[in-house]
């Protein structure tokens, strides 16, 4: 059975962003390591449109699946680097699945994120906490959700970061 995980950072006062269009350049070393990690581990990465914008050129060695409103945008397709979806969260997670993928990671941002937690099918949470603060911005999440975690792991770094994987209480 395939695994699908979310894995996101945030600062101390709970946002993932100032915007949509922020780039993710302001986590730790030790985040960006350990996303390249684990969604290399993974393998694919499903992402919607703001969040691949703010990337200067696909992530090497990972697919990209990315959610895009443009009924063209399939057409610019790179088979196995860039593709782009509509797909519903279950059919999308089947294809991954029948193409071999063991796992896949959920990369944001907070409307993919919610789309996919409010699926069912994430099973875990991969959850940086940066020692910083954005005072107002875009949480992981933007709707009403009542979700209870159960603690796998927590750790912090010297610097304060602190690395937290939850699993969803089904
Ligand atoms: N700190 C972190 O770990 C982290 C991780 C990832 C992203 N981020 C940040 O999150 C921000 C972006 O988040 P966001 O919520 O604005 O955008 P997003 O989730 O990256 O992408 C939203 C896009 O996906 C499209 N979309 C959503 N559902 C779709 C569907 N079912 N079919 C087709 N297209 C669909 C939306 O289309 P519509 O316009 O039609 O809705 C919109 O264009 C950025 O600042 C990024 O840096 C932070």
Redesign the pocket.
């Known amino acids: 059975m395939i695994k699908t995980f979310i894995?996101?950072?945030?600062t101390a006062d709970g946002f993932?962003?100032?915007?949509?269009?922020?780039?993710?350049t302001?986590?730790s070393k030790e985040d960006k390591k350990r996303?390249v990690e684990i969604t290399k581990r993974a393998g694919v990465m499903i992402?919607?449109?703001?969040?691949?914008?703010?990337f200067p050129s696909p992530l090497p060695g990972r697919l990209h699946i990315?959610?895009?409103?443009d009924e063209e945008a399939s057409k610019n397709n790179i088979s196995g680097v860039v593709e782009y979806?509509?797909?519903?969260p279950a059919d999308l997670i089947k294809k991954l699945e029948d193409r071999g993928f063991t796992e896949v990671a959920i990369?944001?941002?907070?409307?993919?994120?919610?789309?996919f937690m409010k699926s069912g099918l994430v099973e875990t949470i991969y959850l940086?906490t940066e020692p910083k603060l954005f005072g107002k911005g875009?949480g992981?999440f933007?709707e009403d959700l009542d979700v209870n975690l159960e603690l796998i792991e927590s750790n912090t770094t010297e610097s304060g970061t602190t690395f937290v994987e939850y699993n969803i209480v089904k």
């Open positions: 894995i996101v950072a945030q993932i962003a100032k915007n949509s269009g922020h780039e993710a302001w986590t996303f992402m919607g449109l703001n969040t691949f914008n703010t990315v959610y895009s409103p979806t509509k797909d519903t990369c944001g941002g907070t409307t993919i994120y919610t789309m940086t875009m992981i933007n």
